[in-house]
T-cell receptor
Framework: SQTIHQWPATLVQPVGSPLSLECTVEGTSNPNLYWYRQAAGRGLQLLFYSVGIGQISSEVPQNLSASRPQDRQFILSSKKLLLSDSGFYLC???????????FGPGTRLTVL | TQLLEQSPQFLSIQEGENLTVYCNSSSVFSSLQWYRQEPGEGPVLLVTVVTGGEVKKLKRLTFQFGDARKDSSLHITAAQPGDTGLYLCAGANGGTYKYIFGTGTRLKVLA
């Protein structure tokens, strides 16, 4: 079965600083990959998804960008963080043949 | 815009009680998933339902997909403190890569 790793687990950053969150996948190949943001105790907002290397689709125009340099690596970035970027960031995958997503452990980002 | 509304938003019950969480939409989905999430962790998949009218059981949890594939319910029998968490439903439309998540139901089971 697949495993999703996210790094770091927690992060505190000042406003205006850059951001790089990493998601890596084991145990499967050619997955569809997703970045979500979750407000405290609420549902998930889809930020980006990727169906292959170098292919990124953005769902919400904002201060963030995503890249997929390798099949099993998905990166979320920002050049200058805003206070509103604080939240719980989740990486997820699906294998395309089923409509079921599996989630990583998440990264808690606090922008001060 | 597709929306999934969950009810109730919050639920606090005593151990041993039964409860039902609802997930409703005006849109049709090809499948629907239920997840449970602990604080500070990612959601964990409980079940996927794909056929209208389908019922799936997972120990004390019973999941049902509506006949029209627009709604779903989660019933927990004899709730235990270990059932505490945030329950999320998510609807999928095959091939669109877009999962619509419900707003969540926060369940607290008191010992």
């Amino acid at each position: 079965s697949q495993t999703i790793h996210q790094w770091p687990a927690t992060l505190v950053q000042p406003v205006g600083s850059p951001l790089s969150l990493e998601c890596t996948v084991e145990g499967t190949s050619n997955p569809n990959l997703y970045w979500y943001r979750q407000a405290a105790g609420r549902g998930l907002q889809l930020l980006f998804y990727s169906v292959g290397i170098g292919q990124i689709s953005s769902e919400v125009p904002q201060n963030l960008s995503a890249s997929r340099p390798q099949d099993r690596q998905f990166i979320l970035s920002s050049k200058k963080l805003l206070l509103s970027d604080s939240g719980f960031y989740l990486c997820a995958l699906d294998r395309g043949e089923t409509d079921t997503q599996y989630f990583g452990p998440g990264t808690r980002l606090t922008v001060l | 815009t597709q929306l999934l509304e969950q009810s109730p938003q919050f639920l606090s019950i005593q151990e041993g009680e039964n409860l039902t969480v609802y997930c409703n939409s005006s849109s049709v989905f090809s499948s629907l998933q239920w997840y449970r999430q602990e604080p500070g962790e990612g959601p964990v998949l409980l079940v996927t339902v794909v056929t209208g009218g389908e019922v799936k059981k997972l120990k004390r949890l019973t999941f049902q997909f509506g006949d029209a594939r627009k709604d779903s319910s989660l019933h927990i029998t004899a709730a235990q403190p270990g059932d505490t968490g945030l329950y999320l439903c998510a609807g999928a439309n095959g091939g669109t890569y877009k999962y619509i998540f419900g707003t969540g139901t926060r369940l607290k089971v008191l010992a």
